[in-house]
């Protein structure tokens, strides 16, 4: 079965920098994409960016472009997500899911807190 | 920056039926894009109703339907029940800034 597994829970400081992994089984791997969202507590869902498993190739949100990276190990079947410059708005739920050519997600990883704290 | 705005809130009483807006802009509904909806109950990742506008992944119940039409788009429940009690976002790409958005979400109360 299609599963997205997501790294455990993170503390950081304000200016540091967070990898979050998500592995990916039960499909072929680079067949889809995997996008990475957020929700703050309380807050709506945003999409942070997208990978192109086959190239690498990805798409930012205007709001975290420069402040993340979106990278794959497809040997690994892992996607990564690297935040940098973390202030304590950055506090929420960060999901991986497995994304379609249209966009919709049909699978999404268990969500890893993370939480900017100083 | 582009939204996609959707009502706070709707409630209905069980067997009742409620439908949920999603309004966009000619950058990213009316542009063509697809709509698709998810469902999100507290503690637990989004999942999927409708995809591509109107068509529901395998085991979503015919209960839950989509529309679109023009800037617009609509997410319709019928036959309400207490599991359907939850928060329900859309999503679409919007050419203006060349990425996927959400909506702000809405909260259904099942009364």
């Known amino acids: 079965q299609v599963q997205l597994v997501q790294s455990g829970a993170e503390v950081k400081k304000p200016g540091a920098s967070v990898k979050l992994s998500c592995k990916a089984s039960?499909?072929?791997?680079?067949?889809?994409?995997i996008q990475w969202v957020r929700q703050a507590p309380g807050q709506r869902l945003e999409w942070l960016g997208w990978i192109n498993i086959v190239n690498g190739g990805t798409k930012y949100s205007q709001k975290f472009k420069g402040r993340v990276t979106i990278t794959r190990d497809t040997s690994a079947t892992t996607a990564y997500l690297d935040l940098r410059s973390l202030t304590f708005e950055d506090t929420a739920v960060f999901y991986c899911?497995?994304?379609?050519?249209?966009?919709?997600?049909?699978?999404w990883g268990q969500g890893t807190l993370v939480t900017v704290s100083s | 920056q582009s939204v996609l705005t959707q009502p706070p809130s709707v409630s209905g009483a069980p067997g009742q039926s409620v439908t949920i807006s999603c309004t966009g802009s000619?950058?990213?509904?009316?542009?063509?894009?697809?709509i698709h909806w998810y469902q999100q109950r507290p503690g637990i990742p989004p999942k999927a109703l409708i995809y591509d506008n109107f068509n529901r992944p395998s085991g979503v119940p015919d209960r839950f339907s989509g529309s679109k039409s023009g800037t617009s788009a609509s997410l319709a429940i019928t036959g309400l029940q207490a599991e359907d009690e939850a928060d329900y976002y859309c999503?679409?790409?919007?050419?203006?800034?060349?990425?996927?958005?959400f909506g702000g979400g809405t909260k259904l109360t099942v009364l």
């Open positions: 999503q679409s790409y919007d050419s203006s800034v060349s990425g996927w958005m």
């Open positions: 000619s950058s990213n509904i009316g542009a063509g894009h697809s």
């Open positions: 899911a497995r994304g379609t050519h249209t966009g919709w997600s049909d699978y």
């Open positions: 039960g499909y072929t791997f680079n067949r889809y994409t």
